[in-house]
T-cell receptor, first 115, second 113 residues
């Protein structure tokens, strides 16, 4: 099942480093998301893009910067990584207006560990 | 903005019994309510969803009910099996430009053999 894919699957890095996570969907969806899932399993939305336009930008440190080169891709760049950034990051996609379904599909997740 | 609460946070049932998880939402404009199952180390996967123009939907052992007036919806799993053990999330969404999903905090279901 490669409808929504993310790379890398695991990311272990030192505090202060800069890292990127990539996401791609081949479902033809218009909207893509980044979620953070912490150790308590809360799924918290970070960003949402619709057709490359930033729609939702929750209260996230500006060290996190999403980039959507086209509507099939949404990448997440994180500067100056901190211990509290350790979590699983999920990419997701869905199709609002004009679509026949609202279903949201998740990528496999990227487990980020900051040492 | 939308706020979704979910109860209970943990639920243990004997195999073969039923399990019920309840969610409430705050924004009456929400019109789409999916349920996700997340197994350990895996991605959340949609198991059933319901739209606001429907009061109940069933798919084999899983059913969802929606009470728009009271702004709550529930997941019902009958004849539970050990493979039903997972974390279940409810969510509320509006079908609009920039569709946003607000998730409940999750329910850890354990089905005991």
């Amino acid at each position: 099942d490669t409808a929504v894919s993310q790379t890398p699957k695991y990311l272990v890095t030192q505090m202060g480093n800069d890292k990127s996570i990539k996401c791609e969907q081949n479902l033809g969806h218009d909207t893509m998301y980044w979620y953070k899932q912490d150790s308590k399993k809360f799924l918290k939305i970070m960003f949402s893009y619709n057709n490359k336009e930033l729609i939702i930008n929750e209260t996230v440190p500006n060290r996190f910067s999403p980039k959507s080169p086209d509507k099939a891709h949404l990448n997440l760049h994180i500067n100056s990584l901190e211990l509290g950034d350790s979590a699983v990051y999920f990419c997701a996609s869905s199709r609002p207006l004009g679509g026949s379904t609202d279903t949201q599909y998740f990528g496999p997740g990227t487990r980020l560990t900051v040492l | 903005g939308e706020n979704v609460e979910q109860h209970p946070s943990t639920l243990s049932v004997q195999e073969g019994d039923s399990a019920v998880i309840k969610c409430t939402y705050s924004d009456s404009a929400s019109n789409y309510f999916p349920w996700y199952k997340q197994e350990l180390g895996k991605r959340p996967q949609l198991i059933i969803d319901i739209r606001s123009n429907v009061g109940e939907k069933k798919d084999q052992r899983i059913a969802v009910t929606l009470n728009k007036t009271a702004k709550h919806f529930s997941l019902h799993i009958t004849e539970t099996q050990p493979e039903d053990s997972a974390v279940y999330f409810c969510a509320a969404s509006q079908r609009s430009y920039g569709q946003n999903f607000v998730f409940g905090p999750g329910t850890r279901l354990s089905v005991l053999p």
